[in-house]
Structure formats: C-alpha cells, structure tokens
C-alpha cells in the first residue's frame, strides 16, 4: 500500500506560505488559504505550544529529541521509527495504547472503590 507522506512539523517550519500552498494543491482537492498556511507554520515552529493546545492524554513521538521538552505537558513515548518495520510500529502502539489506558482503567477503579468506601463509612 502505498500512501502520502506529509511533512513534519520541523520541515513544515522551514516553508514558506507558497510552498504551503502548493503542496496543498498537490495532495489535497481543496486547500484552505493564505491564511491557513501562516497559521500551520506559526504553529509548526512553536511545536510545544501547538501540542499543549490540543490538551493530549498521550503523547508519541518519533524523535527522541522530543521527549523530554513534550513529557513536561503529558506522558511521552518515543518510537524507534527507522527501527522497526509498519507492523512492529503497529503493534508497539497498540501495546502502549493498551498498556496507557489499561492503567488509566485500573486507576479509575481504585478511585471509585475508595470513594465509595468513604461514602459508606460516613453514613
């Protein structure tokens, strides 16, 4: 299969509004203006601003360089991209996906267990 690559956001900061333009007319039916291009770049070159507006729960990077300045805004891991082949990728995301929101679920429980405990004592 083979599918389109989009650039990353530290070649995305490199562009110019042009370029942005022209590779939207490229890949995409419709692009979304002068406009919009100044904003992904903006955006692109103030990646820890741009990743904390989304408010992640998880955060996965394929460059290690990343970890550390994005985990002060929520849990990183870091992928071994040229490491690995699309089906190791696949299934080390879907083991840090499960492992994440197997904790998360564990945690909630205990949560719930203990308040309910408290409420129970308090009547």
């Known amino acids: 299969m083979v599918g389109i690559v ?3 956001p ?3 900061s490199r562009l110019n509004i042009e370029q942005v333009l022209d590779g939207w007319k490229q ?3 419709r692009h979304a203006g002068v406009k919009r291009a100044e904003l992904l770049i903006s955006l692109a070159r103030s990646k820890e601003e741009s990743v904390m ?3 992640p729960d998880l955060i996965l990077v394929i460059g290690e360089d990343y970890v550390e300045k994005l985990s002060k805004i929520a849990p990183t891991v870091f992928i071994p991209y ?3 082949t699309q ?3 696949i299934t080390f ?3 840090v996906l ?3 929101y197997t904790d998360i679920y564990s945690a909630t429980a205990q949560i719930n267990y203990v308040t309910e405990a408290l409420l129970r004592a308090s009547e």
């Open 6 to 8: 989009f650039p990353l």
């Open 10 to 12: 530290k070649e995305i």
């Open 27 to 29: 890949f995409v039916k």
């Open 53 to 55: 507006m989304l408010n």
């Open 82 to 84: 040229g490491d690995m």
């Open 87 to 89: 089906d190791e990728r």
């Open 93 to 95: 995301i879907g083991e």
């Open 98 to 100: 499960l492992n994440y």
